[in-house]
């Protein structure tokens, strides 16, 4: 493991003893790097641009030598990247002016010890990473036929939504979809849970739905299958199989598909077997074909969907709650970001550090996700409740055992507890339209993918249908 970059940071304090105490906190910290370091105003142009950290703590305390309080704020305003600010008694008349900087993310009172200074910077940090992923992210979304890491060619975005039974997931998925929809990013949403729950929650009846495309695997058949709700705000939505034996007969043959083929590659290395090399070379090919988990015909739906004539930008994958499963094996194979839905509670953080771990390819090989593509969302979330930060770092003490390195993935999004939400639904309306906190957080997370396109504030698509046809038309 250990693929996962550093945070650098660069150190600007009053005086070298300062910076060594900073330094050293740095050092001590595996998930740290040092950037640069600067214990005095004359050293900062050039060095900062030059060391391009991903924070920077400065210690305000620097900035009296620059006289009078707006020329401090205006200095610390146009300083590059993420700014943690150490903010000295005799300043804290500034404090207000200086957390309304766009690039202060933190500003902490001063006395604050090396290594609070440090761990809060490194939260900074990991916000900053996500911004960087996010352009990355968004860059998939736009090329078209970007090599993934299974070696298919997929334009887009692909999102897997994943968590554990009831956190949420379904209802993420279906108000993450609607709200790309809404900005008009073409989106498809799958639901991969039998029995179908994106369906119900759109008030959809189960069929047609995707196993006709299992029986008879052609573009133009899976074309047929794909739904539009008959609210034009609602996303193309393509339902799971909804009968849980087919599902599981269509993840067996797959596995047997699989299992034919490894057998096939050791048998033909051994001339001579006999009734115990068979049973050896069936138990091997059985675990090849285990492995091997990422490919199938739930793959090759999810490819399929790539393929189709008009591409959707976007693909929402409602996942079934358990990685021990086909229909989240494949799929998740190709998605280039993955959500982790959780409850602030410390049972979530164990479900969010497993996750983690068997994703990243810890402990199962099938999954060989990046680290850069996985997230939280905080759901449920009650007055009280462990905070982000809280949530982070309890999966990171566990990930530290079991992968060697304490890490969590960033949290992309918070989404208040809200009896409008399951109200909504039971209405078969969408909370992003009853619930505020809902909306705010899915258009968060609908920001970070696509932020570009969202913020060239397009004017928003209004439908209107004609028949079987959608318009688009400009409010
Ligand atoms: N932010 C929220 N506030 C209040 N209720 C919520 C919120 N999010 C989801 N719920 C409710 O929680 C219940 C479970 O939600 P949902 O079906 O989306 O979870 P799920 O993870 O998909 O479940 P499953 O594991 O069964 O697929 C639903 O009744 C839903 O209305
Ligand atoms: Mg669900």
Same mark, same amino acid.
């Given at each position: ?38 214990? %005095?105003?004359?050293?900062?142009? %050039? ?28 200095? /610390? ?5 993420? &700014? /943690?600010?150490?903010?000295? $008694? ?13 690039? *202060? ?6 006395? /604050? ?6 761990? +809060? ?6 916000? #900053? ?5 996010? =352009?990355? #992210? ?19 975005? !692909?999102v897997?939504v ?8 379904t209802t993420?998925a279906v108000g993450l979809a609607t709200t790309f929809h809404r900005?008009?990013i073409r989106t498809l949403l799958v639901g991969l849970d039998?029995p179908d729950a994106v369906g119900i929650q759109l008030g959809l009846s189960p069929s047609p739905n995707m196993l006709e495309w ?8 899976l074309e047929s299958l794909i739904r539009q709700p008959k609210s034009p705000d609602l996303p193309d939505v393509l339902l799971s199989p909804n ?12 596995? @047997? ?5 490894? @057998? ?13 090399? *068979? $049973? ?6 059985? =675990? ?13 739906l999810i490819?399929?969907i790539?393929?189709l004539?008009r591409?959707y930008?976007a693909v929402v994958l409602d ?9 989240? @094996? ?7 970001? !993955? ?18 771990? &068997?994703?990243?390819? #810890? /402990? ?6 990046? +680290? ?19 949530? =982070? ?28 939400? +399951?109200?909504? =639904?039971?209405?078969f309306?969408s ?12 258009? #968060? ?18 439908y209107?249908?004609?028949?079987p046809?959608r ?5």
């Amino acid at each position: 493991m250990g693929n996962q970059p550093r945070i650098r940071i660069f150190v600007a304090a009053a005086g070298q003893e300062t910076v060594n105490d900073l330094y050293r906190a740095i050092l001590n910290d595996s998930r740290l790097m040092a950037a640069g370091a600067a214990a %005095t105003m004359d050293a900062l142009p %050039t060095t900062l641009p030059y060391a391009n950290p991903d924070v920077l703590i400065l210690d305000a305390e620097l900035l009296v030598g620059l006289g009078n309080p707006k020329k401090m704020v205006e200095y /610390v305003g146009n300083l590059p990247g993420a &700014v /943690v600010l150490l903010l000295p $008694a005799n300043l804290d008349a500034l404090r207000g002016q200086f957390v309304a900087l766009p690039n *202060v993310h933190e500003v902490l009172q001063k006395p /604050v010890s090396p290594s609070e200074a440090v761990a +809060r910077a490194y939260q900074v940090g990991i916000s #900053a990473q996500v911004a960087t992923s996010a =352009q990355a #992210a968004r860059a998939a979304a736009s090329a078209e036929g970007t090599a993934q890491a299974g070696g298919a060619a997929l334009p887009g975005l !692909v999102v897997a939504v994943f968590g554990k039974g009831g956190t949420g997931k379904t209802t993420i998925a279906v108000g993450l979809a609607t709200t790309f929809h809404r900005h008009g990013i073409r989106t498809l949403l799958v639901g991969l849970d039998v029995p179908d729950a994106v369906g119900i929650q759109l008030g959809l009846s189960p069929s047609p739905n995707m196993l006709e495309w299992f029986r008879n695997p052609s573009l133009e058949t899976l074309e047929s299958l794909i739904r539009q709700p008959k609210s034009p705000d609602l996303p193309d939505v393509l339902l799971s199989p909804n009968d849980a034996v087919a599902a599981a007969a269509i993840a067996n043959a797959d596995f @047997v598909e699989r299992l034919r083929e490894a @057998v096939r590659e050791t048998a033909a290395t051994l001339p001579n077997l006999t009734p115990a090399s *068979v $049973a050896d070379v069936a138990a091997d090919g059985a =675990q090849q074909a285990m492995a091997a988990g990422g490919t199938g015909r739930i793959v090759a739906l999810i490819d399929a969907i790539r393929r189709l004539p008009r591409p959707y930008a976007a693909v929402v994958l409602d996942l079934p709650p358990t990685l021990a499963n086909d229909w989240a @094996v494949q799929p998740i194979r190709r998605a280039n970001a !993955v959500i982790l839905v959780a409850e602030p509670s410390y049972t979530d953080q164990v479900n969010v550090a497993h996750a983690v771990q &068997v994703l990243t390819g #810890a /402990v199962d090989a099938r999954y060989r996700l990046s +680290r850069s593509s996985l997230y939280i969302v905080l759901n449920r979330v009650q007055e009280g409740d462990l905070d982000g930060r809280a949530m =982070q770092e309890g999966i990171a003490t566990l990930n530290e055992q079991t992968l060697g390195e304490a890490w969590a993935p960033p949290i992309l999004a918070v989404v208040p507890a809200s009896p409008a939400v +399951r109200k909504a =639904q039971m209405e078969f309306r969408s909370p992003l339209d009853t619930d505020p906190g809902m909306r705010s957080a899915m258009e #968060a997370i609908a920001r970070y993918f696509f932020g570009d396109v969202i913020a060239e504030q397009k004017p928003a698509r209004r439908y209107i249908r004609i028949g079987p046809i959608r318009l688009g038309v400009r409010r």
